[in-house]
């Protein structure tokens, strides 16, 4: 894939991450500087170049001058990023990502790149959680969609493979993700999400013999008789139409159907954030004027979830039994049951969430809990 970068020439590179059975061929794509934030002379234009070209030693040092003056400049953090991941530094290019997704939190190039380093490790769960955040930050980021494509394809390999017990020996198709070196524009077209296309029925469907064709046969009339007055066959359009035109069955309301999945989808997004222990992607789930349980303030409660989610047991959380009801265009409640697990920690809850719309996505401003 080739992503244009003005005024540079547009270019493809691959580094190689190991895991497990093969190598995670990584293409990596040059994309449009952020506009949002100012490039600040030719210095980061260079280091962008040498990065681009894949000098990551020479670009580290010349990062960790610039980042010396410029601590809170997020290109060259990004690109600190993404230098540090082609070196095999993968614990240091985790944090400076993660520290940019708490930062920007509306940027999906960090949360897609940190998928890249989680695959390359074989963690393909923690890949698959950071591309939805990705997707739910910019539904219409292609790259992340692809991403998470080829991660569901490797985690069905692998499963198909522990159930038939194949040859670990067998040559395995390479997952290929693609890490993007630099920050979209923000005021560049994104692309536009794929749409269905209208299936317009085969032409044959509806062509019907003309009636002279099912006209019963001629009779010869008598010599002296006078010649007989031709009868016409009834036509036969009322028939064709019943054939080309089935009885349509009112349709549900588009755009509620769609914004109930959407909701799921957010729902069980906030469930997995919490199961992968990401507490800003988890954060990032509510609202501004999320009220918080107990009228505390909005700070404490985050410092005292930070510390829960942050303990040192796997969370698991699954909901189930998830019913949507459309308090009106851009309010809903959403109802489960919320299974909870932390080491020896197990609980099951009946539990409901009031969201809010903003924008295109949906925030949490209200959890309501019935033990």
């Known amino acids: 894939m080739l992503i244009e970068l003005a005024p540079q020439k547009s270019f493809e590179k691959y580094i190689t991450m190991p895991i497990r059975f093969s190598k995670l061929s990584v ?141 670990k020996g067998k040559t395995r198709t390479q997952t290929k993700l693609a890490m993007v070196k630099e920050l979209y524009s923000r005021g560049a077209a994104r692309p536009a999400p794929l749409a269905a296309k209208a299936v317009a029925p085969p032409a044959h469907a509806v062509a019907v013999p003309p009636p002279a064709a099912v006209a019963a046969k001629p009779v010869v009339p008598a010599p002296a008789a006078p010649a007989p007055v031709a009868v016409k066959p009834a036509p036969a359009k009322s028939a064709v139409v019943s054939v080309v035109q089935p009885v349509r069955e009112p349709k549900a309301n588009p755009g509620q159907v769609d914004q109930k999945q959407v909701l799921e989808d957010t729902v069980r997004g906030w469930a997995r954030a919490w199961s992968a222990k990401s507490v800003d992607g988890y954060l990032a789930y509510y609202g501004a004027g ?63 969430l009031v969201l809010k719309k903003g924008g295109d996505k949906w925030f949490i401003e209200q959890e309501l809990t019935d033990r």
């Open 27 to 167: 293409p990596l794509l040059v994309v449009l500087l952020s506009a949002s934030f100012t490039v600040r002379g030719d210095e980061i234009k260079d280091i962008s170049q040498l990065v681009s070209q894949g000098q990551n030693e020479q670009a580290l040092e010349k990062l960790d001058v610039y980042l010396a003056t410029h601590p809170n400049e997020v290109q060259g953090q990004f690109l600190k990023g993404v230098a540090l991941a082609e070196t095999g530094k993968s614990g240091d290019a985790i944090r400076l990502f993660t520290g940019i997704t708490s930062t920007h939190p509306e940027l999906p190039e960090p949360y897609n790149n940190l998928a890249v380093i989680y695959a390359g490790q074989g963690q393909y769960d923690k890949a698959r959680d950071a591309l939805e955040m990705a997707i739910r930050t910019n539904p219409s980021y292609a790259t992340a969609h692809e991403n998470l494509g080829d991660v569901y394809a490797h985690m069905a390999s692998d499963a198909y493979d522990k159930a038939l017990q194949l040859d």
């Open 290 to 352: 999320f009220k918080v349980p107990g009228g505390g303030s909005r700070s404490a409660w985050e410092k005292m979830r930070r510390e829960r989610i942050g303990i040192p047991a796997p969370i698991k959380v699954e909901l189930s039994g998830i019913r949507i009801r459309m308090e009106a265009d851009d309010r809903a409640t959403v109802s489960f049951r919320q299974s909870y697990r932390a080491g020896d920690v197990a609980k099951r809850t009946s539990k409901s």
